[in-house]
């Protein structure tokens, strides 16, 4: 089955605490993004990846990283979290025509 | 830059009754337009698209057309079920690298 998969679905952690985020897609695509999703601004991006070893900023960068290694796999990094990354964060891969498949979505929230 | 605007939520209704969300985007480029839905939940999943102008999109009883003259992909549904409550987001994309642009999403409450 075609299929994006985010872990974790939910974290707590608190200040400061480097946590990854994991994101994997068996669709062979070469487009992946993230995104956070927050009451009342939709969902913004905040990196993407052309392709492997190919990374650029979205539209809220700061405070993440990412890196794309290999093409199935597009952590996302943040090395000194703040409450206010606390949010709803997305991953997704660009298949044909231009469509996204998201994946399942991960819960977090920062102390 | 690129925009996408959705009308606000939520969107109230009783089943059966005819929906319309309202969205218009920048027209820079020759962008391919969608409607993606969200469940409660779940993450994004595309309802339906279209390439160019004048396209009908059409999924599951909702229908979009591709309106280069006002800017416009309105979706609709003419008689939503409980099951259709979810949040509707609009989305363009252009330009040879296709990064989207999506709309701060619609929510739609179906009361039975």
């Known amino acids: 089955e075609a299929q994006v998969t985010q872990n974790p679905r939910y974290l707590i952690t608190v200040t400061g605490k480097k946590l990854t985020v994991t994101c994997s897609q068996n669709m062979n695509h070469e487009y992946m993004s993230w995104y956070r999703q927050d009451p009342g601004l939709g969902l913004r991006q905040i990196y993407y990846s052309m392709n492997v070893e190919v990374t650029d900023k979205g539209d809220v960068p700061e405070g993440y990283k990412v890196s794309r290694k290999e093409k199935r796999n597009f952590p996302l990094i943040l090395e000194s979290p703040s409450p206010n990354q606390t949010s709803l964060y997305f991953c997704?891969?660009?298949?044909?025509?231009?469509?996204?498949?998201f994946g399942a979505g991960t819960r977090l929230s920062v102390l | 830059g690129d925009s996408v605007t959705q009308m606000e939520g939520p969107v109230t209704l009783s089943e059966e009754a005819f929906l319309t969300i309202n969205c218009t985007y920048t027209a820079t480029g020759y962008p391919s337009l969608f409607w993606y839905v969200q469940y409660p939940g779940e993450g994004l999943q595309l309802l339906l698209k279209a390439t160019k102008a004048d396209d009908k999109g059409s999924n599951k009883g909702f229908e979009a057309t591709y309106r280069k003259e006002t800017t416009s992909f309105h979706l609709e549904k003419g008689s939503v079920q409980v099951s259709d409550s979810a949040v509707y987001f609009c989305a363009r994309a252009s330009g040879g690298s296709y990064i989207p642009t999506f709309g701060r999403g619609t929510s739609l409450i179906v009361h039975p």
């Open positions: 997704a891969s660009r298949g044909d025509k231009n469509i996204q498949y």
